[in-house]
């Protein structure tokens, strides 16, 4: 997960010793071996198994979530008893570790100290693709998302595409990667491309070279999205493509209209004027990308937020079981 990757940045930078495994294949003797016992997303009754005995052992027990597992309808997880999982594992953890500052504060507040931790995602600059600016036509559009964000497109934008097409024609194209929304009504008057999902390190190397002018982010606007953490603004910046995003939470924390990017309301008309505006006008995309991508440099770099993490987590060097 990018969790993971983001947090392998900071025991190697601080030369923290770990152990990465799967919860299925966790033993006794692992638990013996640590001082910290910390969990990716834990739902499942082996997680509570594990969070239990490491408890026992006196192991200090983290936690990390990036989605609200929680409070999920109930018809998401056929095993119904996940959601007592993961209220278990939070009533056991000494730390929430989330990216979202509302999913943290939530969860904080099942676990015994309150305790939460935002974690941010490092960006490695040598990943970051300076933008070589616009190729001519046409102006290139991508939408990469999970196949169940197709709804998000043919809520939100799918209603003015034909209008873009005809107003823009042979000078823009229209690509998707990963999600598949239907647009078999189009046929063949709009250029569309779709592109099957894939693992996330090709597809930031297609991403690299493919040059995509404009990125679509559609989101709800709805309890369980706006925990979520914002994604789609790193993939797009540090590909050098200028995004349009949904103006609610958790892109408004990260995106300023007009100076990093759009945010655009979930209405056909706004995302219709939003990519016209971006279409036209090249100097915003590039002057945004610029923005954008100083924004990863500084605030984002490898050495600014692993040392934040090195602040809030100081147990990782000091404590002992």
């Not at 603004?233 to 995003?245: K, L, P, T």
Request: charged share 25%; glycine share 4%; aromatic share 14%.
């Amino acid at each position: 997960s990018a969790f993971i990757s983001a947090f392998d940045k900071f025991v190697k930078r601080y030369d923290i010793e770990i152990n990465y495994k799967q919860t299925k294949y966790i033993t006794k003797n692992d638990l013996k071996q640590c001082d910290i016992l910390l969990s990716n997303r834990p739902f499942s009754p082996a997680s509570v198994k594990i969070a239990i005995a490491a408890k026992k052992m006196g192991r200090l027990y983290f936690v990390h979530y990036d989605d609200d597992l929680y409070n999920l309808s109930k018809e998401y997880f056929v095993l119904k008893k996940r959601f007592e999982c993961i209220k278990n594992c939070l009533l056991m953890a000494d730390a929430v570790l989330a990216s979202n500052p509302i999913l943290a504060k939530i969860y904080a507040t099942d676990t015994p100290t309150g305790r939460y931790v935002l974690i941010n995602m490092p960006v490695d600059e040598n990943e970051i693709v300076e933008r070589l600016g616009s190729n001519g036509d046409p102006v290139k559009i991508v939408y990469a998302a999970g196949k169940d964000h197709a709804i998000l497109f043919e809520q939100y934008i799918k209603p003015v595409v034909s209008q873009l097409f005809t107003e823009f024609g042979d000078k823009i194209s229209l690509t998707f990667i990963g999600v598949h929304p239907d647009m078999s009504d189009f046929g063949e008057k709009v250029k569309i491309k779709y592109i099957s999902i894939m693992p996330f390190a090709k597809y930031r190397k297609h991403m690299e070279k493919q040059n995509y002018d404009i990125g679509l982010a559609p989101l709800h606007d709805d309890p369980f999205s706006n925990k979520k953490y914002f994604n789609k603004f790193f993939e797009y910046s540090m590909a050098g493509v200028f995004g349009i995003y949904s103006d609610c939470l958790p892109y408004t924390l990260i995106v300023e209209n007009r100076k990093n990017g759009l945010v655009v309301q979930n209405t056909p008309e706004s995302w219709l004027k939003a990519i016209r505006t971006a279409v036209r006008d090249a100097e915003l995309r590039d002057r945004c990308i610029k923005n954008a991508q100083n924004q990863l440099r500084t605030e984002f770099s490898t050495e600014t937020i692993t040392k934040k993490w090195g602040e809030e987590l100081p147990e990782f060097f000091w404590y002992n079981a």
